[in-house]
């Protein structure tokens, strides 16, 4: 069969890019694969429900121009057996802009992935896939609404690589020969073996992205996943690089986890982000037990391919979980599942990860309102329960549809929806409130956010009390009584005397120099009972070192200081309850 000839749609313009940035015209001409086996069915329902989208949002004003291009088994047909034509490969790239179905790839054997190929050919470092929960979709964890992440994973190297020698082959031996005997490596014979590359240059371009990413969105935090502990060279370094990048490029952006609680004392500086990592395997507990101590991920390929539909589970699963495979410009959206090919052709299967791969795709265009009427109008549908099987089979009372009885609920919902701007609001104060409330908890008990965390405490600046309150010496003790009753505080710092010396005045001070004294704390000036000067030690004072502190000068608390000013206050039974919780490391 001739190959056919593709023609771009005649009322529609291509995406440009100038100047590094993406243009888009009212008008784009956005490359579409249907894919295969479930493929067909998921994209004809979503392009359905696109269109509706764009023309509520824009009456008209915006539209796309669909061009159908060719991979996989739909491909070979067409291309006499070639899967992925060159065609296809030049127009992904020429419109910028295109959104996928699944491909087959066979297991063990036979063709290498076409997901895989296409991510590499393109240069499709990053892909990211976001997974939030929706109001009403069934999830099997108490608290599904505290799950909003986005995966960063890095999407060109790493075991994908294709750098895989079968067991007893030519190239196989070689290479057993050369570690064996070269490397003096030591493994079983006849092993199959595989290479993980892992580079700065495609681990630094892919944090790089993430933390671009949360800038850009206002999020809180970048976890570098790794399994740093066993792969030192590889896992080990993309943390390192991870580090590397977020210090020496986003400098002014970032802060690691170790200074949010040493510096800032759980309070999260405006327009910072937090940096920290994670060691693969926890991070599959943590994202069950403590979902909203994440926010972006940024992992390498194979640790995010397992993440992500292992997260998306906790949101309803793989049926609702998109994704996009990013390079600087040109993008390739695609759902995070397969083909499920026991489902192909039955219309049956949910269509929310093409239709949000979708949604993504419209804010990557920018068109943030027609993205927006999908993400609105979706859990008002799955409110009155009208769900596909995936879903039905986990609520009591749903309403089962098909793949495109779905797309027509969801078409209705957009149609109908009036006050847009209001759910926007609505959402947008969530999001906020939630936020809020995560750091008046972490300031409030910088503790109990470390044991969240997972992090093990080591200094003072890991463990202080962050909200000191200070006083000036002129102040009558009465007063200073006052301030300390209403904070439930038994010292206050005392603002530095002419000599520029911080003090201290605590509960003892009064007992014992005023009531003890028997004089009227109305009367006495704070200066006068003050401690002065205040036992001052730096923020990354060991614990171990903060106790013989206390012990040497018959002490309770310490204050800790950086830069000269204190910033935070120890007392020993912070550092005793630290031990009893996670034990002690002698050093
Ligand atoms: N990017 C891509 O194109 C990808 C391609 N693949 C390829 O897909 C093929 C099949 O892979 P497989 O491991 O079975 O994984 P799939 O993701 O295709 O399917 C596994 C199971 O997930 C559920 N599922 C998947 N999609 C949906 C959906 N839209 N709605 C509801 N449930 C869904 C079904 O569960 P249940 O049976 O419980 O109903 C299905 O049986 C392989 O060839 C694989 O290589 C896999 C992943 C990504
Ligand atoms: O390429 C494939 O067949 C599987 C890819 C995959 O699982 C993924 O990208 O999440
Ligand atoms: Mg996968």
Redesign the pocket.
Known sequence: MPAPTLTLPVNGQKITIKDNKMVVPDNPILGYIE?D??GPD?TKACLRVWDAAVEKAYGGKRKIHWMELFMGEKAAQMYDGNIFPDATRDLLKELVVSIKG?????VGGGFR?L?VALRQDLDLYSCVRPVRYYQGVPSPLRHPELVDVVIFRENTEDVYAGIEYQSGSPEMRKVEKFLKEEMKAKFFDDCGLGIKPISPFGSKRLVRKAIQYAIDNHRESVTLVHKGNIMKYTEGAFRNWGYEVAREEFGEYTITEEELYSKFGGKQPEGKIVIKDRIADIIFQLMLLRPDEFDVLATMNLNGDYLSDAIAAEVG???IAPGANISDHVAVF??????????ANLDK?????LLFSGVMMLEYLGWKEAADLISLAYPQVIEQKVV???FARQMDGAVEVSTSGFGDALIAQIQGTANFEELRRQRRQAVEQERKEREEKRVADPQAAMVASGRTPHTVGDIMIANLISIDGSTVVEEAMHLMRKHHISSLIVNPDADGKWGIMTQKDVLTKIIHANRSPASVKVAEVTTKPLQMVPVDTSLHDCVSIMTDNNIRRVVVEKDGAPIGIVSDTDVFRTVEEFGWIPE
């Open positions: 894919g086996g479930i998921i699944p491909l087959t790839t066979p992935s997901n699963g793989v049926g695609e759902a995070t599942h397969g083909t499920a090919p026991k489902y299967v949910n269509p929310g990860s596909t099987y995936d």
